[in-house]
C-alpha cells in the first residue's frame, strides 16, 4: 500500500530563514508526487508536481528515489508562506488511482 | 467558471440528525472527491467517484453515503450524525487524464453537537 509521511505537524521560522518541509514515501513502484498547499482561508490548490521539476513561488521539490523523500524547499521564506502543506502521491498506472495525502505540516513565517 | 462550489458553507447539527452535502463542478470533470479534514489527521478521503452513477468507498466512508446522480454533482449524505463527524469536508474533481491535480471546493465546516 502507498503511504506519505510528513513527520512535523508545525515549523515555524523567521522571514528569511531557509524552508524545508519534510516528505518521505512508501511505495514498491514509480509514483508521481506533489505538495498541495492551503493558505488561510483558502481552498487546497496544487503547488507543484515533480515530474515538472518547475520552482513555484521559489520553492522547489526533488525527488529522491533512494531515500524515497520529496522534500519542499525555500531558500528564503517569506510571510506569505505561511500556510498548511500537503505531500501527496498517486500511482502513475491503474485505473482510478487516487492521491493519497500526507497529514500535513503547518508552515509559519514570522516578521 | 465557478470551479468547484459547496453549500453549504457552515452547518450545526444535533447527533442523530441527518443531512446532505452538495458539490458542484462546471469544469466537466469525470472524477469527484469527498475529503474530511482534520487536525493533525491530514486529508482523509470519504468515498469517490469515477463518473456519473458510479461511486467507491475511500479510507473512512463509514457513516456516509453519496450518490452521483448528475456529472456535475457529488451529493454526501449523514445519515444520522455524530460528533466525531465534526470536521471541514472538502470536495475535489479532476478529469481522468489529470488524476494528480485535483481542484478542491471552499469546505463546509460541520459541526456535531
Known amino acids: 500500500a502507498q503511504r506519505v509521511t510528513q513527520p512535523e505537524k508545525l515549523l515555524s521560522v523567521f522571514k528569511g530563514a531557509p524552508v524545508e518541509l519534510k516528505c518521505n514515501y512508501s511505495?514498491?513502484?514509480?509514483?508521481?508526487l506533489f505538495w498541495y498547499v492551503q493558505y488561510s482561508r483558502q481552498r487546497l490548490q496544487l503547488l507543484l508536481r515533480h515530474i515538472s521539476r518547475e520552482s513555484i513561488k521559489g520553492f522547489t521539490a526533488d525527488l529522491n528515489k533512494g531515500e524515497t523523500s520529496f522534500h519542499l524547499k525555500k531558500p528564503f521564506a517569506q510571510e506569505e508562506d505561511s500556510a498548511m502543506y500537503y505531500c501527496?502521491?498517486?500511482?502513475?498506472?491503474?485505473?482510478?488511482?487516487?492521491?493519497?495525502f500526507g497529514k500535513g505540516i503547518t508552515l509559519s513565517v514570522r516578521p | 467558471n465557478a470551479g468547484v462550489t459547496q453549500t453549504p458553507k457552515f452547518r450545526v447539527l444535533k447527533t442523530g440528525q441527518s443531512m446532505t452535502l452538495l458539490c458542484a463542478q462546471d469544469m466537466n470533470h469525470e472524477y469527484m472527491y469527498w475529503y474530511r479534514q482534520d487536525p493533525g489527521m491530514g486529508l482523509r478521503l470519504i468515498h469517490y467517484?469515477?463518473?456519473?452513477?458510479?461511486?467507491a468507498k475511500g479510507e473512512v466512508p463509514d457513516g456516509y453515503n453519496v450518490s452521483r446522480l448528475k456529472k456535475q454533482n457529488f451529493l454526501l449524505g449523514l445519515e444520522s450524525a455524530a460528533p466525531s463527524q465534526t470536521s471541514v469536508y472538502f470536495c475535489?474533481?479532476?478529469?481522468?487524464?489529470?488524476?494528480?491535480?485535483?481542484?478542491f471546493g471552499p469546505g463546509t465546516r460541520l459541526l456535531v453537537l
Open positions: 467517484s469515477v463518473g456519473e452513477g458510479t461511486t
Open positions: 475535489a474533481s479532476s478529469s481522468p487524464t489529470g488524476q494528480e491535480t485535483q481542484y
Open positions: 501527496a502521491l498517486i500511482r502513475p498506472t491503474g485505473a482510478n488511482s487516487k492521491l493519497t
Open positions: 511505495y514498491s513502484g514509480s509514483p508521481e
